[in-house]
């Protein structure tokens, strides 16, 4: 039987593979000895590297963060599917977060467009660094991009549900689960068909979000204290992890309900 580690490690691995924003690693200089003006001009431009001439350039960036329309638009028809888990949300949006080991990346001066051969559509990116995808058959059929304006490497691009009515400082749990949907449908759609289909066979479902062991983490807006379920006169304490800047709702556990909710406490809050 596969333990959890493994299964968890699979899992782990297929949400977190982005072959457009893997960091690079910088080489080391070395240094040169004292070379004839000559030779030295000539190691130049033998250490000069070569141009891509393929590269895409956004407002002097290049290879600036992307993913591809079709990965992002498998997002959109997830949140169609599984609406249910969350009916009263207008809409998913995706929210720009700093990758993991790359917090100082710039937050500031976000801008992003759909580019396809013949299409460029502007998406806004609001306060929050969220934007709203539209759909686009003319993205589709173009294999189109969305380019954001910063080197990549540096972000991510997550799913936000939001249902109508929700108090502010919790989160429902119908929408992080609808949200793990659409995760996991863009990761399928970007890893492709053979680790998609490895990964459910390890997990003996295609249902990766509702296993039992698996347990993903919900990033919060800022550094919490404490997150707790709430269902009825059930009070139930959430696992953090050790910044304080995620918790682990209990997505696959069918004893909580969509409308169950996650009460968070900032760390710069005062305790009750």
């Known amino acids: 039987m596969t333990d959890l580690k493994t299964l968890g490690g699979a899992v782990a691995a297929a949400l977190l593979l982005s072959p457009f924003g893997m960091p690079t690693a910088a080489a080391q200089e070395a240094p040169v000895a004292d070379k004839p003006p000559v030779a030295a001009a000539e190691s130049a431009a ?70 396809g051969d013949t299409i460029s559509i502007p998406l806004p990116v609001a306060a929050d660094h969220t934007f709203s995808l539209p759909r686009s058959e003319a993205a589709r059929k173009e294999n189109a991009d969305l380019l954001l304006n910063k080197p990549k490497g540096g972000y991510r691009w997550q799913p936000d549900v939001h249902s109508a009515g929700v108090p502010e400082g919790m989160r429902r749990l119908g929408d992080l ?20 289909s490895m990964i459910n066979t390890l997990l003996l479902t295609t249902d990766w979000c509702s296993h039992e062991k698996i347990q993903l983490s919900t990033a919060a807006a800022q550094r919490i204290a404490t997150a707790t379920l709430t269902h009825g006169d059930q009070r139930v304490q959430l696992k953090l992890n050790k910044e304080g800047t995620s918790y682990t709702p209990p997505l696959g556990n069918k004893a909580y309900p969509d409308d169950a909710l996650i009460e968070l406490r900032y760390a710069d809050e005062p305790s009750a």
């Not at 393929?54 to 990965?71: D, S």
């Not at 028809?77 to 993991?100: G, I, M, N, Q, W």
């Not at 793990?180 to 068909?193: S, Y």
């Open 46 to 115: 033998a250490a000069e590297p070569a141009v891509d001439k393929n590269a895409v350039v956004v407002n002097g960036i290049r290879n600036p963060e992307l993913k591809t329309y079709r990965v992002m638009a498998a997002g959109l028809d997830a949140f169609d599917k599984y609406h249910e888990l969350a009916p009263t949300a207008p809409e998913v949006r995706f929210k720009l977060r700093p990758r993991s080991g790359k917090p100082s990346a710039d937050m500031s001066g976000l801008a992003m467009r759909i580019a």
């Open 177 to 196: 689960r609808l949200e793990c949907k659409v995760l996991v449908a863009t990761a399928k759609e970007e890893i492709g068909f053979w680790l998609t």
